[in-house]
């Protein structure tokens, strides 16, 4: 069984690519992926190497 951490990095790999998808970290044990909008929940799993996926919808975000 892999790490939260371990998850975490191949989520990063996985996920930060597709559009609409803006962050990906961990809380309490499970994957949080921060999405722009609700609408790209739809095409991400649920559980992701064994660990619980979240969502946080936050908009698009920009630099500073």
């Known amino acids: ?6 998850a975490v990095e ?6 930060l690519p597709m ?3 803006v962050g990906v970290g961990w809380m ?6 921060y999405i722009e ?6 095409i991400l799993p649920r559980t992701y ?8 919808v936050t908009g ?3 630099r500073l």
């Open 60 to 62: 698009r975000l920009t």
């Open 28 to 33: 309490d044990g499970a994957i949080v992926v």
């Open 19 to 21: 559009r609409g998808v």
């Open 37 to 42: 909008t609700p609408d790209v929940a739809r």
């Open 49 to 56: 190497m064994g660990f619980p996926v979240v969502f946080k």
């Open 10 to 15: 191949a989520a990063r790999r996985e996920f």
């Open 1 to 6: 069984m892999s790490s939260i951490q371990e």
